[in-house]
């Protein structure tokens, strides 16, 4: 009876030190890194974390995929703030930004942009740059705001005949993901995700190497993908991803945006074309390359370019392609305004 005693106490005590070390790091995590942006309150206690660099017009805005937060855009947001305003943000329930407190599909994400930019002072035109999810993002931003849009890149978006409702086969995975992210959930709040992600990251790569080889077929693959994608962005970013992915709520958010996928889906294969507004659609090579009609539903001049030595991340593979992409879609739209005028 005493020893189950004190396993329970020592069980406890366990408890309350990894909720503690999860507290303390998470106030130092954003004391280290989300210095350099700024918090921009959009209305019902929401906040929305936005990254500046850079001066001049248009703004190229970057809107990053499903789970990713701003730093995914570092390398390429500084290489465009040489030049032209780079603006890169969280959405709500991700990173640095508070939780979600609306589904998060396209319509409300691109609404609680919109207040943001406005709410921030951050002047149109913008030149909208989206990754995966981040591209229905764009597009559906493009097409509540037109006349703030000047042109628009899409990273290899996503499409929405692969996801449930349209394809019904894929519920299973959703359903997976939620079950694995409401097991992180209390694993972060304890200390637990903390310690294994800047391993996985950060430190001990021979020990990171062990987790993933432990972990069971379906979450060694999510676990190597996580490990090899991060590792192709700056590396003096990986501390700050590690502390997004040390927290419980960046775990509530990614079930938040998986809960929302069809609803997702069934908004953006209603959605019209982008009309009048440039669109640079790049397709990776394992990718079967989009048709015409799927270009045509996209918007009406909307073109498409193959990313040959590059997978999903095209910005992470070939991140040149992506800034030549996004200086010509800025050069058009200059133009384009310069005979407006």
């Given at each position: ?5 004190w396993?329970v ?5 366990i408890?309350l030190?990894?909720?503690l070390?999860q ?5 130092r ?5 989300a210095?350099?942006?700024r918090?921009?309150?959009i209305?019902?206690g929401?906040?929305?974390?936005l990254l ?10 970057f809107e990053a995929g499903f789970g990713?937060t701003?730093?995914n855009w570092?390398a390429?947001?500084e290489?465009i703030?040489q030049?032209a305003?780079?603006?890169s943000y969280?959405?709500?329930g991700?990173g640095w930004s508070s939780?979600?407190r609306t589904?998060?599909t396209p319509?409300?994400i ?5 207040q943001m ?5 951050v002047?149109?035109?913008?030149i909208l740059?989206?990754h ?10 493009a ?11 899409l ?11 349209l394809?019904p086969?894929k ?8 079950r ?5 959930i209390?694993?972060a709040s304890c ?7 800047s391993?996985l990251?950060c ?6 190497d062990?987790?993933?080889?432990a972990?069971g077929a379906?979450?060694r693959h999510?676990?190597?993908r996580?490990k ?9 970013v ?9 927290r ?19 908004e953006?294969?209603g959605a019209?074309?982008?009309r009048e507004?440039?669109?640079?659609v790049?397709?990776?090579s394992?990718a079967a390359?989009?048709?015409?009609q799927?270009?045509d539903?996209?918007?009406d001049n909307?073109?498409q370019v193959?990313?040959?030595?590059s ?5 992470l ?5 992506v800034?030549d992409?996004i200086?010509?879609?800025?050069a058009?739209a200059v133009a384009?305004?310069?005979v407006?005028?």
């Amino acid at each position: 009876m005493h020893a189950a005693l004190w396993i329970v106490a020592l069980a406890a005590i366990i408890l309350l030190a990894g909720v503690l070390y999860q507290w303390i790091g998470g106030l130092r995590d954003r004391q280290r890194y989300a210095e350099p942006g700024r918090w921009v309150t959009i209305g019902n206690g929401a906040r929305l974390y936005l990254l500046e660099m850079g001066a001049g017009a248009p703004t190229v805005l970057f809107e990053a995929g499903f789970g990713a937060t701003h730093l995914n855009w570092r390398a390429i947001q500084e290489s465009i703030a040489q030049y032209a305003c780079a603006a890169s943000y969280d959405r709500c329930g991700l990173g640095w930004s508070s939780r979600s407190r609306t589904a998060r599909t396209p319509g409300n994400i691109a609404h609680e942009l919109h207040q943001m930019l406005h709410r921030a002072g951050v002047k149109p035109p913008f030149i909208l740059v989206g990754h995966s999810f981040g591209g229905l993002v764009v597009r559906r931003y493009a097409l509540l705001y037109p006349n703030e849009v000047a042109g628009v890149v899409l990273i290899d978006p996503m499409r929405c005949d692969e996801w449930p409702p349209l394809d019904p086969a894929k519920q299973s995975q959703l359903d997976l993901g939620c079950r694995l992210i409401r097991f992180a959930i209390p694993v972060a709040s304890c200390g637990l995700a903390r310690l294994l992600v800047s391993l996985l990251f950060c430190r001990a790569s021979h020990i990171s190497d062990q987790i993933v080889g432990a972990a069971g077929a379906h979450k060694r693959h999510v676990l190597t993908r996580i490990k090899t994608e991060v590792r192709k962005m700056p590396r003096k970013v990986w501390p700050a991803v590690a502390a997004h992915w040390s927290r419980p709520g960046f775990y509530a958010g990614i079930r938040s945006h998986i809960l929302s996928i069809p609803q997702t889906v069934t908004e953006m294969d209603g959605a019209g074309p982008i009309r009048e507004i440039p669109v640079t659609v790049l397709t990776p090579s394992n990718a079967a390359p989009l048709s015409q009609q799927h270009l045509d539903r996209i918007g009406d001049n909307a073109r498409q370019v193959i990313a040959r030595k590059s997978e999903h991340w095209i910005h992470l593979d070939e991140p040149e392609l992506v800034i030549d992409s996004i200086r010509s879609t800025m050069a058009a739209a200059v133009a384009e305004a310069a005979v407006a005028d």
